[in-house]
């Protein structure tokens, strides 16, 4: 510093060549206060960037107090040049204040203002949470300036086509000669003054605004600290802050912002979100790399091809300390060739691509991802100010033992264990409260009925969930219930309705159950949709059969579940017809919902005991990640809703004015069943495939009867397989080319052997297998009953895949009931 003059120090925001230059001059000038671009409602946040559980990267959290989800992040990573000189003024007892416009008016303006987007690496503009556009490219006139990526025009002038490459070689690779500290910031001064008389002021008024704040602020300061400021702000701005203007001028700018309360806070943050790919406009392409720069002392190529072969070791790939040193000579000879002084990304990537991956980009991806980038995820200290509902949740994870991630993980969960249990209600009602922190998935390896299994990952946006959820009550099972009330009253359809009834089990939210039962037996009783109606039944069902599980009384639910299968059944004929083919295959989906909600009904109404595993066959009902147990419910009175809904299949079978897609569905489910003969199932099909039947509603009824995995049916049954085949060989020329989209859809579903066995079967023609297909395939080869000495002789090893050995009382003929 000279004279009474501030030490400006521009910087590329998270660079860490930028971070180390900082941290030199700093050391050399000893500033008595430091300014940082940032919002100055910050400052009292400031010395808990000294507390030893502050750990980057992390970021200020700006949020309106009366509109949560309107936020804005400040994000600091360990190499980003703000946080360096954070942690430079409190090591060295020296004030550190922010400097930037307050975000009181950054929040309020974001919501007046649809086009925030920012100058790319110029700028610390806050990362907004509502998704910002992307700048223009080079050049691209925006107003009376032009809007420029100051990095991209550097480059291009130095004669780079890469602006990161360019970076990479003056900045992050200059060498230990410059003995100036100070040299780097001045040429960067002279190259953004000389870039803002070419380009303009940067196209935006807000940038104007917010250099009239940060100039006011650096007028205070030197009133109170005369010639011992520093400040540390984007490079783009140094010019504007060297600028001799008018203090009346500045604050002209600045009369008239609009404002609103805001509260601010420091939150985790990832290195994911800090790449530019994550939307972030002043982010970077490779955190994880800056990130191994800024830190290693010493040979960052050897150290970062060391760690590139210890997580492709990780991944069961053969990689020696040979691949390590030859991946090492390789990147810097790529250095050499190519004129750079230190071997960069581009030449390490190249070289780990050769030597480590065989040329292959399917093991460098996973480098990408997890070192290139990386799933670093900051912390922050148990004093940091939060919501009363943030604290509750980490209250609840330190409890339960879940530690947010930035990895995404998968948690299998065993319901009999309180622990296991109690994880899955949080998970549940975060779900409910729009913090998607974890999210169900089907279990693998496992068919127990009290099994849970997700997806976890924690992203910094959920904070803001939080916050925003922070409306809803001071604590997690509080703002849940107030939640799925709010949500039952607000609930548009009856399916809406029953979904959340379904999540308040679940969840274990015994008094929002009784409000969403109320609206969900008046929505039932007043929709008079059987589509509605049949989309409500299923996750009714689901949520009975939860109800053992989870310890929840629900014969308020069974009521209602009766309630609906008789409308369903009365009105489901009619609704079947006069249907065009769209709504025909609508209301078929329809059909197999009910018909899998009634079996799962039928089995509650059998009074199952508590454990038992729940019969397989008795449909698809079950909720992603979840596996049921029936509930014992012997009191239901419903042992004839299996019955009465075959009574319904037999009729939509029956009818012509039914479209053929529901009737061929409805004989598949009645022949699946044994409620309809083999010969009375090919009866029926001769009848539809007969010359007198439409081509196009014949294809609409073999949809319906084989479609959805009905193919092993026509490899089984070769007089099916026949009809089928006789009756298509006989469509005429101009029918084939209608029916043919149809057949096509039906036939491609199937499984590959299916379609295999299928092919050889109609190349030999029904009746003539021989060999190995013989023995495989048709009635031939098959007993009339089943040989209960062969059955027996594998019941243990089924009772081993299906987890059964721990359950207690469950014979070998229940465990026969439970493979179907």
């Not at 292959?360 to 670093?376: A, E, F, T």
């Not at 779900?431 to 009925?449: C, D, F, I, Q, Y």
């Not at 009737?663 to 044994?674: E, K, Y």
């Not at 859809?745 to 295999?756: I, L, Q």
Request: glycine letters at 10%; charged letters at 25%.
């Amino acid at each position: 510093m000279t004279g009474t003059e501030p030490l400006l120090l521009g910087v590329r925001h998270h660079g860490p060549g930028s971070a180390r230059a900082v941290r030199a001059a700093l050391a050399a000038a000893r500033p008595r206060v430091v300014l940082i671009e940032g919002p100055p409602e910050a400052d009292a946040l400031i010395p808990l960037a000294a507390d030893e559980d502050m750990r980057p990267p992390v970021a200020l959290l700006a949020h309106a107090v009366d509109e949560p989800g309107r936020s804005a992040f400040w994000p600091l990573a360990e190499f980003s040049p703000e946080w360096v000189a954070i942690r430079w003024a409190l090591e060295h007892g020296v004030p550190a204040r922010f400097i930037d416009l307050p975000a009181t008016h950054t929040l309020a303006w974001g919501r007046e203002e649809k086009d925030t987007s920012e100058t790319p690496d110029a700028e610390n503009e806050p990362t907004s949470e509502k998704r910002q556009p992307d700048p223009p490219a080079p050049g691209t006139p925006s107003g009376p300036d032009i809007r420029v990526d100051p990095l991209a025009v550097l480059a291009e002038t130095a004669g780079y086509d890469d602006p990161e490459r360019w970076w990479e070689d003056v900045v992050e690779h200059r060498g230990a000669g410059d003995r100036d500290p100070f040299a780097p910031f001045t040429a960067l001064e002279e190259a953004m003054g000389a870039l803002r008389e070419t380009y303009g002021a940067g196209g935006h008024d807000r940038d104007l605004v917010r250099e009239a704040y940060m100039r006011l602020q650096l007028r205070a300061a030197q009133r109170e600290f005369e010639d011992g400021v520093a400040v540390v702000c984007g490079a783009w701005h140094v010019p504007a802050l060297r600028q001799r203007t008018a203090v009346a001028a500045d604050r002209a700018l600045l009369k008239g912002l609009p404002k609103v309360k805001a509260e601010l806070t420091w939150v985790p943050w990832t290195h994911r979100r800090l790449s530019r790919a994550g939307g972030y406009g002043a982010g970077i392409d490779s955190p994880g790399w800056y990130g191994h720069l800024f830190a290693v002392p010493d040979r960052p190529v050897e150290r970062w091809m060391t760690k590139v072969a210890g997580l492709l070791r990780e991944e069961d790939r053969i990689v020696s300390p040979a691949h390590v040193i030859e991946a090492v000579r390789l990147a810097e000879t790529l250095a050499v060739m190519r004129g750079r002084p230190l071997a960069g990304l581009g030449e390490t990537t190249d070289a780990v691509r050769a030597v480590m991956c065989e040329g292959s980009d399917v093991p460098l991806s996973l480098v990408r991802d997890r070192l290139v980038v990386g799933d670093v995820l900051g912390e922050v200290p148990a004093g940091a100010p939060a919501v009363p509902l943030q604290r509750d949740l980490d209250r609840q994870q330190r409890s339960l033992r879940l530690k947010p991630e930035a990895l995404e993980r998968e948690l299998e969960l065993d319901l009999r264990k309180e622990t296991d249990a109690a994880r899955s209600r949080l998970l549940h009602r975060l779900r409910l409260l729009s913090v998607e922190w974890g999210e169900p998935v089907a279990s693998r390896g496992s068919t127990g009925t009290f099994r849970e299994t997700w997806r976890l990952r924690w992203e910094p946006e959920l904070t803001v969930r939080v916050a925003e959820a922070g409306v809803w009550g001071t604590t997690v099972l509080a703002a849940a219930t107030a939640k799925a009330e709010a949500d039952a009253i607000g609930a548009q359809s009856l399916a809406d309705v029953t979904a959340l009834a379904e999540h308040c089990l679940l969840a274990e939210l015994p008094d929002a159950l009784p409000v969403v039962m109320r609206i969900l037996a008046d929505r039932a009783a007043l929709d008079t949709d059987v589509g509605h109606l049949a989309q409500a039944l299923p996750a009714l069902v689901r949520s009975l059969r939860y109800g053992d599980v989870r310890g929840t009384d629900t014969g308020a639910l069974t009521e209602v579940a009766a309630g609906l299968a008789e409308r369903i059944f009365v009105g489901l004929p009619p609704a079947c017809t006069a249907l065009d083919a769209d709504a025909a295959e609508e209301m078929r989906r329809h059909v197999d919902a009910v018909h899998g909600a009634v079996g799962l009904l039928g089995d509650a109404g059998g009074g199952a005991g508590r454990g038992k595993p729940a019969e397989a066959g008795s449909g698809d009902a079950s909720a992603p990640g979840h596996e049921e147990a029936p509930t014992p419910t012997s009191a239901l009175g419903h042992g004839d809703l299996r019955r009465r809904w075959r009574a319904v299949l037999r009729t939509l079978s029956a009818r012509d004015t039914v479209p053929g897609v529901i009737r061929g569905r409805a004989v598949r489910l009645l022949l699946d069943g044994g409620e309809l003969g083999p010969d009375e199932a090919a009866r029926l099909m001769g009848l539809v495939l007969s010359p007198g039947t439409p081509p196009s509603d014949a294809a609409a009824w073999i949809e319906g009867f084989v479609g959805a995995g009905g193919g092993l049916l026509l490899v089984h049954d070769e007089r099916l397989l026949g009809l089928v085949d006789a009756w298509l060989t006989g469509v005429t020329a101009e029918a084939f080319t209608d029916v043919l989209p149809l057949l096509r859809r039906t036939f491609s579903a199937y499984e590959p052997g299916v379609r295999r066995t299928l092919g050889e079967l109609v190349r030999r023609g029904p009746g003539k297998q021989t060999g190995a297909v013989a023995a495989a395939v048709g009635i031939s080869g098959f007993g009339a009953e089943s040989d209960a000495g062969r059955a027996d002789a594998v019941v243990p090893v089924l009772r081993l895949l299906l987890g059964l050995d721990d359950l207690v009382g469950n014979s070998d003929n229940e465990l026969v009931g439970v493979a179907g």
